[in-house]
C-alpha cells in the first residue's frame, strides 16, 4: 500500500492538504487449493493508470485479466496451461458487456456502463441471482481489512478473520 502523492487540493477548499490515501496497492494471497494469486490496483502509477491487474497461478494453468486501459482498450483477459505456457489472449464474450459495450470504450465509461446494465438486469429478472450482494461484499471488506493487516503488521494473514479482528 503506498501514498504517491501526500500533497493535493481539496476541490471543496481549493487548498493543498496533506492526505494519507492508497494511490496504489499490491498483494499476494495463497488460496486453500494451494494455487497463488496478486492482485494490483492503482489510479496514478505510470504503466496501470487507472487499472487493475489480478494474476491466478495454480498447477494446471494460469489467467492474468487487466482492467487497465492501453492501446484503446480497457479489458485483456489472458490464459496459459501446462499444455501451452506462453500467455494467449482469450475474448471476453459479448454476454459480458452491456448492449453495444466493448473493451474498446473508454474504461471509466466500461465500468459504470457494466454495473448500470448489471444492475438493471437483476430489477428485470433479465439474469438468474446477482453479481454481487451484501454477502459479497462482506468478504470483499474482509479481504481488504486482512490485507491492510498484513501490510500494518508485516505478516501473513489467514481469512477468515476472526471476530475479535485476530488470526
Known amino acids: 500500500m503506498k501514498n504517491f502523492i501526500p500533497e493535493r487540493m481539496v476541490r471543496a477548499t481549493g487548498t493543498m492538504m496533506r492526505m494519507n490515501i492508497d494511490d496504489g496497492d499490491i498483494f499476494i494471497g495463497e488460496f486453500a487449493n494451494g494455487a497463488i494469486g496478486s492482485i494490483q490496483t492503482s489510479f496514478v502509477t505510470v504503466g496501470n493508470y487507472p487499472g ?32 501451452s505456457v506462453e500467455f494467449k489472449e482469450l475474448e471476453i464474450p459479448q454476454r459480458f458487456y452491456p448492449t453495444g459495450g466493448s473493451a474498446r470504450e473508454s474504461w471509466r465509461s466500461l465500468f459504470y456502463a457494466n454495473l448500470t446494465h448489471s444492475f438493471i438486469s437483476e430489477i428485470r429478472g433479465d439474469v438468474a441471482g446477482n453479481e454481487g450482494n451484501f454477502e459479497d461484499a462482506a468478504h470483499v471488506q474482509e479481504l481488504i481489512n486482512a490485507v491492510e493487516k498484513s501490510f500494518r503488521q508485516r505478516r501473513w494473514v489467514s481469512i477468515p478473520l476472526a471476530a475479535d479482528g485476530t488470526t
Open 52 to 83: 487493475i491487474e489480478a494474476r491466478v497461478y495454480g498447477r494446471e494453468g494460469a489467467l492474468i485479466c487487466r482492467m487497465v486501459e492501453e492501446n484503446g482498450i480497457a479489458e485483456t483477459l489472458k490464459s496459459a496451461s501446462a499444455d
